[in-house]
C-alpha cells in the first residue's frame, strides 16, 4: 500500500492543531458532552459488557479516554498526530496505549471485540486502504462502529459547494488573524473541520453498507437516511452505522470500492428550487478567480453558518432554506460577479 505525502499530513496535523487542543487536553466541559454521546454509540451497538472488551479507537484521543472511564477491558488508541498521543500517554493509564500509525498503509497485529470511529472514516485519504486494514483486527463477533458525515444533507450541499470554492491556505491565515484561540464544536472549528481539512468524503451509505457487507459484516444498526433530505435538525448532518463481524467469516484482503457522492452533480434532484440553486452554484464557481480571496472567504463563512444546522436556533424546510440561498446566491453574484 502507498504511503500519503508529508503534505497531507502536515496538513491534517496542523488543521487539528489549530482546533482540537480542547479535545487534546480533555476538556472537562467536552468530556462530558461526548460521553453521552458515546454512551448513546454503545447503546445503538448493543454492547454492555464493557469490562470484558478490547477497544480500538482513532483520532483526538478524547474518545479514547472516555472509553476508559466507562470501565472498558482494554482501549489501544492510534493517531499521526504526536499531539494528541503525548497527551494520552502522559495519563499513564495502565489499560490504555496511545500509538503512532498511519492506518493508510500500517496494519496492526491485534484483535479487537470494538472498533469506534467517531468522525473519522470521512477524513481518511485512502479509506479503501484503511478499511481493508481494520476490518481483519475485528475478534469474531466483534462490532465496528461508524459515525460519519451524511450525503444529501443540506449542510454537506453546502459545504461540498464551499470546498470547490474556497482557497485552503488563504482562508487558514485569515481565520487565525480572525481569532487566536478557536475553540473546539465552535463554528470556526466546524468550518475548518469540513472545509479546510485536507480529506473529506461523502458516502454514498447504501454503497457502504454493501461493502461491508461483503467483507464479512452484518448491520446491526443505522440511523435514518435518504438520498437527500435538505431540511432544517440537528441529527440530518450525520449518520450512524454499526456492524457486527460474521463468526465464520474468513479474514480477506477483498478490495473495497465505495462509491462517493458529488453533492451538486450525483444526486437526482427533483426540486425545481434545488435545481435553480445547482446552476447559480455552477455559475459562481466557473467565475471564482474573479472573486478576491477576502470577499470570497467572507462570502463562504456566511454561506457555512446559513447551512448549519447544528448551531441553528431554529430549522427550516426544505424549500425554505433553498429559498434562503437563492437570495443570498443571486445578492452576491449582483454584487461580486
Known sequence: MKKLSNTNHKQMIETYNLIYQDLYSHNKRLLQIRKKVIKKNLREAQITNFEKLDVMDVGTGIQAYILHLLKFKNINHYDINSNAIEKLNNLKIPNLTSEYKDLNYEKINKKFDLIYLYGVLHHIKS???FLNNIINNLKNNGKIFLRIYRSGSFAFYIVDFIRKFSDRGDFL???KKKTKNIEADSIYADFIDDVL???LYLF????LISNLNSHGLKLIFNSDFKDYDHSGGKQIQGISLCFQKKSAYKETKKSFNIDCV???KSLNYK????I???????????NKKRVDKVSKFKFCISLYKLSQTLHAKEYLSQKQNHKKLNNYLLKFIEESL
Open 127 to 129: 479509506y479503501n486502504n
Open 173 to 175: 491565515n485569515l481565520l
Open 197 to 199: 481539512v485536507p480529506n
Open 204 to 207: 454514498d451509505i447504501n454503497s
Open 262 to 264: 458529488d453533492q451538486l
Open 271 to 274: 426540486e425545481s428550487y434545488i
Open 276 to 286: 435553480q440553486n445547482n446552476l447559480l452554484l455552477d455559475f459562481i464557481l466557473k
